[in-house]
Each structure stands twice: as C-alpha cells, then as structure tokens.
C-alpha cells in the first residue's frame, strides 16, 4: 500500500502571493506584531509567510484568525493568483457575463476575476450563480484548491490520487457533497489537510485559509497517472500513462476469468491501481513478457522498431571537434497497434564503423577517427553510420543508421523569456519602465536591465546545452564551445503621442530609443522582440 506523499515544493513559497494578503489591508510587517495569534501554532506559520512577502495583517496589529471567507473573497484571491502565473483578464469581462447574478455595474475587480476563474474551470458557481456574499464552505474551498492545482501545473490530481492506494485519514468524507470528494482526497492524500473531521459543511476561515495554503507550498511534485489499461492476458497489462507513454506489466497473480478485480503494479518505481476484466478469448494461453523479446500469439511482437538522435557535432574556434551527447537508441516492440519500448537489458547493440563508439547500449561518436579522415570539414557534411541491434531472447537483427553531422552552435533549442512571478514558468508577456524628466534615451543595456528585474532566458543550442554565460547589459551569449552571438532588440509597434520617436540602430546590440521631445513619454508603449540566430520572443513595453 502506497503511503501518502508529502515533501518538496510544488508550490514554492511564491504561490500564495496575494493570496491572503490581498484580503487584508497592509500595514503590519512581522507576524510577531498579531496581538491575537501571539503564542499560537499559527504565529509560526505567519511569520514564515510573512517573511516570504505573502500575507500581512490589519492596521490594528491583528490577523483576525476567525474572520469568514466569502465566494467574492476567494474568486478574488484565486484571480489575482492567476494573473501572478502569467494569466490574463479576458478582454470581454464587462460586456459578457459569466454569472447571472452579475451585471456590468457590479464591482470592476470582481468582475475581472470572475470571468477569468470561469473561463479556467476553477470557480463555476452554482446553477450560473456567484452568489458573492456567501460564506465559502470548507468542501467548495477544496474544490476550487485542487481546480487551481491542476489548472496552473496542467495535471489531473484528482485521477491521479484516485489510482493510489493510501490510508485515508478524514473519517466524515461521506458528509461531503459527492462532487467534492475527490478533492478531499487529494487535500488528504498530499497532507494538505491532516484532520480527520474535515467538516465540509463548516464556513472557512482566514486561519484555515492560511493553514491550507501554507501546506500547499510543501506538496511534491505529481506523478502520471493511468489513462487506459487493455488486458492483454491473464497475467499482461498494457498500462498507457498521461505523458502517452506504454508499458507492458506482468503480474504477479493471474487475473481470474470474467471478473472485476482491482490490481496494483509499479512502473518505474511508483505504485499504480486499476480495474479491469480478464476475458479470455478461444485457444488462448498465458503470454510472456514482450519487455524481454520472447512473444506469444496474439501479444506477439510483429516487427521491430529503432529510433535515435542524429550526433551532432561543435566545432571550436580553435578547431577541436565537441560532440555534447550520445545517439539515445530506443528500441520499440510493435504489438497490434502499440509500441512498446524494450529495456535496454532486452537487446545488444555492435557496430563496424569506426566512427563509432559504443559502452554497452551507449553510443557515441569517435571524435578522433572523424577529424582523421576529415568526414565533417564543412559545416554541410554529413555522415551515415550503421548499427546493429540483437534481440538477446530471438536472435533477430536490426540495422539502424545514425546520422553524424556538423553544425555550428546557436540557440536553436530552446529560447524563451520566463516571467519570474509565474510559478508554472510562463513567457513573461509585458513590463513597465518608470522614467523621469532626466532620462534622455532607453539604451539596449537598459532595456536588458528592466527585462531582468521581470523575467529570465532560458537558452539551449541544438546539442542542448545551456550557455555558459548571458551578458546582462549587452545581451551577448558565449555558448558552452566558446563562440558567441547577440540576443538583438527590435522595437517595432509604437504607440506614443509624438509622431515621430528617433529609434537608432534598431535591431542591434547599440538600439536606443529617445525620451521626452521627439521620443517617448509616459504613457507610451512599444513592442520590443528579442530574437537571436533564428529565435525571437516578444513582449510589450509600457512606459510609466
């Protein structure tokens, strides 16, 4: 039996920012300062959410621990959490409502968040209504928690908990409503909630509230879960994962004819449950394991299949040929309409090229005999070499050919500008730059300067490694063999109030951009695109 997890930092402590403190006024920094929690379990969770910027108390010096939540309260809270992880208000907020209950002369905010929590499936109301002066109940609260967890992290805890086998430790699940069970589950599962009367009926409290989000900063990280189950014999199972992954599992006891029965069985290490219904089919008989190579009628490996990475080779300034990785074989056993991947135990890989080396399945280039015989002198040169895999159970042979190429390093794999507020690391979409009277121009060392404070790149070249340096104020990146190239800023889509704004040398690492007369002013804003080799990413300025 699986016991419940709990650990490391799925919600880091930046994940309930707002949360709480936008229920509250500001005005006191140290939760030392509660007067009414002074002394209490909460008084430590306070302070560590205090001290990471997340919640502050009443202008009294109090939290006021039993104050309700209300559905406007949390719909608010939710939205502004969103919006935190790079979520945007629908532009049609005001003229199109979600909630009957709500007209365009409702509380603006309210109406933002609303429309953004429904069009994400994390607040639906009930019977089309918002209802916002009710009190929120603790089984809706656990609802919209666990909406909000599988929205930002694009998982399904609830399917996922439900294939677990755990001890459940809420002993009044039955009193819930049936359609909030599964996030009870998961509350419970994760640790989120570690009472046993849960009380799904109970109105929440900013204490619980607080309780619950701080534990929600401790949840690790989700497995997979199963998605389909076919029976394959009395004793197979092809179990296909959320990531589509397939794997073949044997079980330990043979399942029973023409019966329901719940099995248990562990893919790479984690423990999986499922329901399923072995019905034997004529002249049928047990089957064996495809993982390593030995079939058996109608579970029988009908062909074979070998997939690899092309190696790619660096060359250095100097000349020196870098070669970052191995070829990364696979080996898939074609069963009816599945692929299923044998381990590397099921099959021996051997070659005759010499431009080839090979450490058990691993295989890689020989840097030495390529540069020898001058194979890849141009960066266009490319080289095909062979391989053979033998099937240990069968004897049968496959040969696979690997192509070895040349390209120079550039950010081809991966480019992207990451908002530093979003947990789930969205592109950063927008910032705003303050100026004042003083400044004169934005140069390209300012525009890097204001873009980190917002965000960060993440960058991998073709062989995917990352660079070994960024220049914050010139954008230069020296890529892991030593060669360089620029992250180039274009301004492009205007919108100022002066009709013609002096963009110098746009589109290199010397861009400027005028400030005041013949430049721009507060207010303005522009579209400036980050792009590097064949790479970009946009995002617009705002000029404050």
Do not use: W
């Amino acid at each position: 039996m699986k016991t419940k997890k709990s650990g490391k930092n799925l919600f880091t402590a930046a994940a309930a920012l707002t949360v709480i403190a936008s229920t509250v006024t500001p005005g006191v920094a140290s939760a030392a300062q509660f007067s009414d929690i002074q002394g209490t379990s909460l008084e430590g969770i306070t302070t560590e959410l205090v001290d990471m910027g997340i919640i502050s108390g009443y202008p009294d010096g109090t939290f006021k621990p039993n104050k309700d939540l209300t559905r406007s309260d949390v719909v608010k809270l939710i939205g502004k959490y969103l919006i935190v992880n790079g979520y945007k208000i629908p532009s049609d907020y005001k003229t199109k409502m979600r909630f009957t209950d709500l007209t365009s002369n409702s509380n603006d905010e309210l109406l933002q968040y609303a429309a953004l929590v429904k069009d994400e499936g994390i607040f639906n109301g009930d019977n089309g209504k918002l209802n916002p002066s009710d009190k929120i109940t603790r089984e809706n609260m656990a609802v919209v928690l666990v909406n909000v967890l599988s929205t930002i992290h694009q998982f399904d805890y609830t399917t996922y908990v439900d294939n677990q086998s755990f001890k459940n430790e809420v002993v009044d699940l039955y009193k819930a409503k049936e359609s909030a069970r599964p996030a009870i589950n998961v509350l419970d599962y994760y640790d989120i909630t570690k009472v046993e009367l849960f009380n799904p009926k109970k109105i929440v409290t900013r204490v619980q509230f607080a309780q619950f989000l701080y534990n929600l900063t401790k949840i690790k990280e989700p497995n997979l879960s199963v998605t389909q189950v076919d029976v394959i014999s009395n004793n197979q199972l092809l179990v296909t994962l959320s990531d589509q992954s397939t794997h073949y599992v044997t079980l330990s006891n043979p399942l029973t004819e023409n019966v329901q029965e719940t099995v248990e069985f562990e893919i790479d290490g984690i423990q999986y449950k499922a329901v399923v219904e072995y019905e034997k089919e004529e002249n049928e008989e047990p089957t064996t394991n495809p993982d390593n190579g030995s079939t058996d009628d109608d579970t029988k490996i009908s062909d074979y299949k070998v997939e690899s990475d092309a190696l790619l080779f660096a060359v250095t300034s100097d000349g020196k040929f870098i070669e970052s990785d191995d070829a990364n074989i696979q080996v898939f056993g074609l069963i009816g309409d599945n692929e299923v991947e044998l381990p590397s135990s099921a099959y021996n890989i051997t070659t005759d090229s010499k431009y080839l080396t090979i450490e058990g399945n691993r295989v890689t280039a020989n840097p030495e005999a390529i540069d020898a015989d001058g194979i890849l002198e141009n960066e266009t040169d490319k080289y095909e070499a062979e391989i053979r895999i033998t099937i240990n159970e069968t004897g049968e042979t496959i040969t696979h050919s690997i192509t070895i190429s040349r390209e120079n390093v550039k950010a081809s794999g991966k480019f992207e500008l990451i908002d530093k507020n979003s947990l789930s690391e969205k592109l950063l979409k927008d910032i705003e730059i303050d100026i004042s009277e003083n400044d004169l121009q934005l140069t390209t060392s300012d525009l890097f300067s204001e873009i980190l404070e917002e965000g960060f790149f993440e960058i991998e070249d073709q062989y995917g490694n990352e660079p070994l340096s960024i220049n914050a104020s010139t954008g230069e990146v020296i890529f892991f063999d030593g060669s360089s190239d620029y992250i180039r800023p274009i301004i492009s889509e205007v919108n100022s109030s002066n009709d013609d704004v002096v963009i110098s040398s746009n589109g290199t690492s010397s861009t400027t951009i005028k400030l005041g007369e013949n430049g721009l002013t507060e207010g303005d804003s522009f579209t400036l695109t980050l792009t590097i080799d064949d790479a970009s990413q946009s995002i617009r300025v705002y000029i404050r």
